[in-house]
């Protein structure tokens, strides 16, 4: 019988803090730079009042769509078609992984080649070396890092945890029920912040549950993390825009985005079954980030200059390394965990229905990029 830690939601706070304080405190990245350059606009679509009420409407839409595209998962579960185990449940969350995918190789990942090669920044070392590329390779190698250390700490940390006593354990947070069918008298049953596992049955089979859902907990910490950090940065972009033709197409393109990025994430926190009120706060987390990104820009229009050499380049940093993680996300810990597991081998037909998902959520997704 084994007691899962609690899940490291004080290290991932942490590191979002960290990029929080990265964006206000980095030299210059919020003021008006001397070198500042005009952005080649048409003067017709400037219209600051206008861009108010537009900035207002992206706040609410972006809001309870982000909502409902994370939350959906946690409903759907109710339907049995659309439980964790069930191929459904794989279908969409392929189709979501895709969305993912698609957001860092189509949407982040240019910016921040289209910032970092500006021309209002200096010949010397910003159009010398390639920075988009090797910072989101980094940060590629940094989130596998990450995923594989925490894996790691966390599986130890739980192999030291003391006994627990099975009868008391079993009242809380029914709702977690079983990760892994019934096997004799061996099962696994997830309560709140706990794991508990009964070995009477195969024990192999039981440590193989265990592992599989701190998996499960790691991604989704992580991949929230990589969603937080570039949410804000796209919101900030909004906000500090009067473009009205720009942010008509951001509203339509982000409400979309949200909505199956916060489906993917739902799916993740739905397996990684953590108890309703963590699910809430991860939940909430994802949804304002960036209608807070949104606010953000607008309290800092008057300073913020989205083209100014400080700002592109502390931007341009932050979605590449937002990229890196978003795509070793996607590829690694989403689609080759899915495709490589049993279910998935187990059926050819599966796998191809799920790359259709994938497909089509991809192409979804880099469709949007003609607007955003």
């Given at each position: 019988m084994r007691k899962m830690t609690k899940p490291p939601f004080i290290f991932s706070t942490t590191i979002a803090l960290f990029f929080l304080l990265f964006i206000f405190h980095f030299p210059g990245a919020l003021s008006q730079s001397e070198k500042l350059c005009k952005p080649n606009s048409n003067s017709t679509c400037i219209d600051k009042n206008k861009a108010l009420d537009l900035k207002l409407i992206a706040?609410?839409?972006?809001?309870i769509t982000s909502l409902i595209g994370v939350c959906l998962p946690f409903f759907a579960r109710s339907v049995p078609a659309f439980q964790p185990e069930k191929s459904h449940f794989l279908i969409v969350k392929s189709f979501a992984s895709g969305i993912i995918l698609s957001t860092g190789f189509m949407h982040v990942l240019p910016d921040s080649f289209d910032m970092l090669s500006s021309p209002c920044l200096d010949n010397n070392p910003w159009h010398k070396f390639p920075f988009t590329g090797f910072v989101a390779m980094i940060s590629a190698v940094f989130t596998l890092m990450v995923d594989s250390?925490?894996?790691?700490?966390?599986?130890?940390?739980?192999?030291?945890e003391p006994s627990a006593d099975v009868g008391s354990a079993e009242t809380h947070d029914q709702e977690m029920g079983s990760v892994v069918s019934h096997h004799g008298h061996g099962h696994v049953h997830a309560h709140g912040q706990a794991l508990s596992l009964n070995l009477h049955g195969d024990n192999d089979k039981e440590l193989a549950s265990y592992l599989q859902l701190l998996r499960?907990?790691?991604?989704?910490i992580v991949l929230e993390l990589g969603i937080v950090v570039h949410s804000i940065v796209i919101g900030l972009s909004v906000g500090a825009t009067n473009n009205t033709c720009t942010i008509k197409g951001l509203i339509a393109a982000l409400c979309f985005h949200?909505?199956?990025e916060g489906m993917g994430?739902?799916?993740c926190i739905l397996q990684a079954e953590y108890g309703w009120i963590k699910k809430m706060v991860m939940a909430?987390?994802?949804?304002v980030t960036t209608p807070f990104g949104v606010a953000l820009g607008m309290a800092l229009s008057k300073t913020y200059k989205e083209n100014s050499p400080d700002s592109l380049i502390t931007v341009g940093l932050l979605n590449a390394s937002s990229a890196g993680l978003l795509i070793y996300m996607a590829l690694v810990d989403l689609l080759a965990a899915d495709f490589m597991g049993q279910k998935m081998q187990k059926s050819i037909k599966l796998q191809m229905k799920s790359y259709v998902a994938v497909l089509?959520?991809?192409?979804?997704?880099?469709?949007?990029?003609?607007?955003?």
């Open positions: 706040i609410f839409t972006i809001l250390i925490t894996t790691s700490v966390f599986t130890k940390s739980g192999r030291r499960y907990r790691v991604i989704a949200q909505m199956f994430l739902g799916g909430f987390f994802f949804a089509l959520g991809a192409g979804g997704m880099s469709v949007m990029a003609k607007w955003a």
